[in-house]
């Protein structure tokens, strides 16, 4: 575990409280500050029913600005009507209020039970404690505060140098896949002291999060909440970023390895997963075609149980592989578990068993499909599944 | 229990036997036979890798005329390359031998591990047993021998009139889900005396499965040897059943409903399943929508845990239903189990909990989405998640 100054982005203060919608008594609402402008970009879920925290955000995002992030865990205020809207702009103007900044420059994010009220007066009463305890080692805190069903805190941090300039970046999530009873799923948010453009910060992290955030899976389901921000607020005094420059690019990677390290975590701490498995599908016509594919094992039950029962099992991935529709060369697909090959010309290979059992064994295992039709090719991050899924998800009650 | 007898359809005889592929002494080759050439219509997996009988069925269901289908249990005859087909062709000539016809009026089928050899030689050996035991009372056998993890047989059977002459049906069917290590799901296969024209017999089959296997879900996996055959022989002497008829409505209607039979049975009979749902999504745009939310519900599994552990957690079937990217307008759609409505208006409907958790305790429950969209509609049946899926699927081992 890295030390809590580890974590310190230059002009960003955080904290994280106990204010009782937890009724365990850990940290259940967190803030995020900026000293001082930041620019901002947002990328959220496509779920039809959003939670109010949602639709308050992507209006708000529009401007490229901002300055707080509230979230609080315990209660997602997803299908809560407008009742849920009004607990979100209340929850937002108190903290604007307390910061002392225009209300339009905070975001805010929910996690927890779907279809309660949040419990805005024990926020408001919070909220004075909350911003009096803001420090720049204060993010442990706050990814404390927005956990939920995780078992173990999600952040990650990054230095570089753009322009001779120290950046630094930092990311603290929670997850993974829609938790018990009607807990929503995945909350990120990104600070750096990045001095970069708008529409730069935009690009650049919708880019990492579709391949780190959108290539993993815990159960497929997509949940009402799901919210991932960046604030950039430009103390690093490098020269300012803008699209399609070699910088970008640089910082591009730095934000891709911080989210990948954070959405990894996120499929380890999977509900009731014992193992992280990497199903990469290579040599696709399209990068679609990886990526529909790619999903299709990873979200199959029949794979998913096959490696918690530790049975290397390839008849489950080529059929869960070719039930999409897309007509695969099914003499030409090679099926890999880490580097042995297991399936091609359309049979099984047999010869290498005890070895396979022993991957099988394993806690991360590398599955790799070559479809033999291109060059395209995608990587999705599953957990397996187990029976304590099912009874994260059966057996505790709303 | 039906008395063996009733299952008899005029002019088709059946036997199912043991020949040692199962090693628990259960039957496991089938045969039906009808003693006239009949008309013959198929559907099958769309699976990229599909098995070796399949591949042989869809050349010959292309003459529109078949006598016999073989099928074994235990061995799917899937991922074995030109050997499998091979293997495939020298069942169906055995048969054709013992039977005395064309070779090409021979229809296959497998069911079990995939990435296997038939064991083609315990089958020759059982071929002449297998065809002097054929008799028109032998249906029940010939469905033992097609049984994998089924837990009870699945046959239906229905009987009518077209044109004032009696026509009679069965059905006979295995399931459900990509069953244990390796198993290979469904198969179904129908028999009637109805004189019915090849394209009719076609059409009206692929529209009965289309609502009726094919709505169905028991873990949303698509196995390589999925296989659905109908023989019809004429012998009913109705007047000769083309398309677009008032006949053929009459039959399609008992087919249908003979194929629903079926295909709530394969649901039931569910990989660890305790409970049949089903889903109904009404009031969309267009089919393929409600197709799609359907198959969202029913595939979830945070839906199929909550079913599971009987708790009426409406929010996991709107998030499922809002997670497709078909824009749902959120203050429309209505959500109702049984018929109490518990979500309208964007937000749950409080004061009826002790009726809705009555109603999860029922072995058979009935959830409708009504999208507020248009007026199409599409009912999908699944199971429930449950412990004894996982165990089934991840503790057997290859």
Known sequence: MRNKDDYRVPGFLANGIHTGIKTDGGRDLSLIFSTRPATAAGVFTTNSFKAAPVLLDQERIRSGKARAVIANSGVANAATGPDGIADALTVSRAASAELGIDDEMVLVASTGVIGHRLPVQKIEAGIKGLVAGL???????????????????????????????????????????????????????????????????????????????????????????????????????????????????????SLSELLSELARGLVRDGEGSTKVIEITVTEAKTKRDAQRIAYAVANSNLVKTAFFGEDPNWGRIVSAAGSLGVGLPTEKVCLFLEDIPIFANGKGIDGREAELFAIMKRPEIRVRLALGMGSRSWTVCTSDLTFDYVKINAHYHT
Chains 1, 2 share one sequence.
Do not use: W, Y
């Open 135 to 253: 420090r720049e080692d204060g993010i442990a805190d706050a990814e404390a505060g927005i956990m939920t069903t995780d078992r173990f805190p999600k952040i990650a941090h990054r230095r570089g140098t753009i322009g001779s300039k120290e950046v630094t970046l930092c990311g603290i999530a929670k997850g993974a896949g829609m938790i018990q009873p009607n807990m929503a799923t995945m909350l990120a948010f990104v600070i750096t002291d990045a001095a970069i453009e708008r529409d730069a910060l935009d690009q650049v992290f919708r880019r990492s999060i579709a391949g780190s955030f959108n290539a993993v899976s815990v159960d497929g389901c997509m949940s009402t909440n799901d919210t991932a921000l960046i604030l950039a607020n430009g103390l690093a005094g490098n020269p300012l970023m803008k699209r399609a420059s070699a910088n970008l690019t640089r910082f591009r990677e």
